[in-house]
């Protein structure tokens, strides 16, 4: 990323302070043109929007800095629609290159927000690796290498001891392949390379009963989970000792490393940036709701899943009859998961996000909305 010494965030906010003219301190600042960094100070001085002066510079923040600003919940268009680098934090999590394509229909991810039914018997999958032009916020669009056009891919679901036969096939110029977590065969485990135009078929007894993530373990592996090839496995129990809920749904967190540097530039639940700030995951109250979250982030060692107003069960990998635990907060690593279980007391909206500022902010802020 572009990043560049400006000073911390004390001595711009000490020159802030010294000047009664936003723009001539943000000058005195040393950018040309607005950074995230500085627009987010200029929204909290100035309570408007650097976006709108359309002097953002084309850099990328590092993360982990300069983004206080006051984030506007009102403008839909929510800043410049540009097919640079993420600038503008003042736009925030609420618009701006960090929202969904505004073509983008309320229920273009219900195949992956609302879990698959439940199956019995063996489960056939048709798997291809294709390369698609995928819109991952309004304002970027890769070239993202999928399963099956969709990242996520699809998610698979079957019952424990049940048996997974995946043909795939590799429909793109590079070397790719699926590979599952959980427990199966080592004949089965999916690391060898298949070369363009190749296909295979792997087999695997679905277990143990949880939440797995599969991805492509094909070198470098971030960079290929990271363009789009990875999804959710749902292995169901034979016999469930759960408490049962009212709806499952599927949050994979992902990063977008757009300018393909070793760094995300825009997050996402579910492969698009802001789709649920912008369409709240609707649930009815007291109704009791089971989400699948998945870390499938590289490059950032760590991401949380955090709710707000509300306190949810966590099944580590989804595993077991019972939760190991009650937080409003779970720590994932890499490819790690959980089943969140919670119900939602009265109507209102319950935000959820990684606690990561650098990471919610750019796209990876949502609601739960409770009707
Ligand atoms: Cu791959």
């Known amino acids: 990323m572009a990043g560049c010494d400006r000073g911390s965030v004390a001595d711009r906010r000490r020159v802030l302070s010294e000047n009664h003219d936003r723009r001539e301190a943000l000058k005195k600042l040393g950018v040309g043109g607005l950074t995230v960094a500085a627009a987010g100070l200029a929204g909290a001085v100035g309570g408007s929007r650097a976006a709108a002066d359309g002097t953002n510079s084309g850099s990328a923040e590092p993360h982990g800095e300069g983004h206080e600003g006051t984030y506007s ?106 590979h599952f977590h959980g427990r199966h065969s080592p004949l089965h485990d999916g690391w060898e390379p298949i070369p363009p135009g190749g296909d295979t078929v792997y087999e695997i007894v679905a277990g143990p009963a949880g939440v797995h993530p599969y991805h492509c373990h094909t070198m470098p592996i971030d960079r290929h989970i990271s363009k789009g090839l990875y999804g959710t496995l749902i292995v169901d129990p034979v016999e469930d000792g759960r408490q049962p809920v009212d709806h499952e749904l599927v949050l994979a967190l992902s ?92 109507l209102g909206r319950y935000m959820f996000h990684p606690h990561q500022h650098s990471i919610a902010a750019r796209g990876a802020m949502g609601w739960f909305a409770a009707v």
């Open 255 to 346: 990063g977008w490393d757009v300018d393909e540097d070793g760094g995300n530039e825009v997050y996402s639940w579910n492969g698009v940036a802001g789709f649920y700030h912008k369409f709240p995951i609707k649930v009815p109250v007291g109704d009791r709701v089971r989400a699948y979250v998945l870390n499938m982030v590289e490059f950032d060692p760590v991401a949380s899943f955090h709710l707000h107003a509300e306190m949810f069960d966590v099944y580590p990998s989804g595993m077991g009859d019972s939760p190991l635990l009650t937080a409003d907060i779970i720590s994932l690593g890499q490819m790690e998961r959980a089943a969140v279980e919670f119900t939602l007391p009265e």
């Open 73 to 178: 919940n009102n403008d839909p268009q929510g800043g410049r629609l540009s097919s640079e680098l993420p600038v503008g934090a003042a736009a925030g999590p609420y618009g701006g290159p960090y929202a969904p394509p505004d073509d983008l229909a309320a229920d273009a991810l219900d195949h992956v927000t609302y879990a698959p039914a439940r199956t019995t018997g063996t489960v056939e999958v048709e798997m291809s690796v294709v390369e698609v032009n995928h819109a991952i916020s309004r304002g970027h669009t890769i070239t993202a290498w999928t399963y099956n056009g969709t990242a996520p891919g699809p998610t698979i679901r079957a019952t424990e001891g049940e048996l997974i036969r995946v043909h795939f096939s590799n429909l793109t110029g590079h070397d790719h392949n699926l």
